[in-house]
């Protein structure tokens, strides 16, 4: 017996490559476990959540982290307040990568709110550099 006839006997009837339901699943479907698990967590998590309220109430250290991080997730992002120079020129885009690297050293912002400021400053260059370069070719066209 030959190693194509042993593979194909074990194949149920669709050929390789071909799936049994060439539809698929259908979208948004749940595995019928999935499903008795939300069931059961929904049943229970009214009295799930009381239980560690009171918990946390009672002095435990865990219930009460959990307590919190549900009720107030941790701040993603503060507001910032920082004078920059005026960025329509070069010159004033160094200086204000100058002032964004004195706050960071000052310990006025974090190193995470100064790159996402350098990035905004970045794109205020890069737009200044578009628009004199535009100017430039405007120029040279209008001298031919």
Known sequence: MNET??????RPGW??????????????SRNRVTLVALAAM??????IARKVVEMAKGGDIS????????????????????SL???GSA???????????????????????????SGIVEARRKALETQELEQRISALEASK
């Open 91 to 117: 010159d004033g885009v160094a200086q204000a990568q100058a002032a964004i690297l004195q706050a960071v050293a000052a310990g006025d912002l974090l190193p995470g709110e100064a790159a996402t400021l």
């Open 42 to 47: 929904e049943e229970g998590a009214d009295a």
């Open 85 to 87: 120079p005026d960025t």
């Open 15 to 28: 050929k390789p490559g071909q799936s049994g339901n060439p539809k698929g699943r259908p979208k948004g």
């Open 63 to 82: 219930a009460a982290r959990l307590v919190l991080e549900r009720l107030v997730p941790p701040a993603k992002e503060r507001p910032v307040a920082i």
């Open 5 to 10: 006839t042993r593979t194909e006997n074990l």
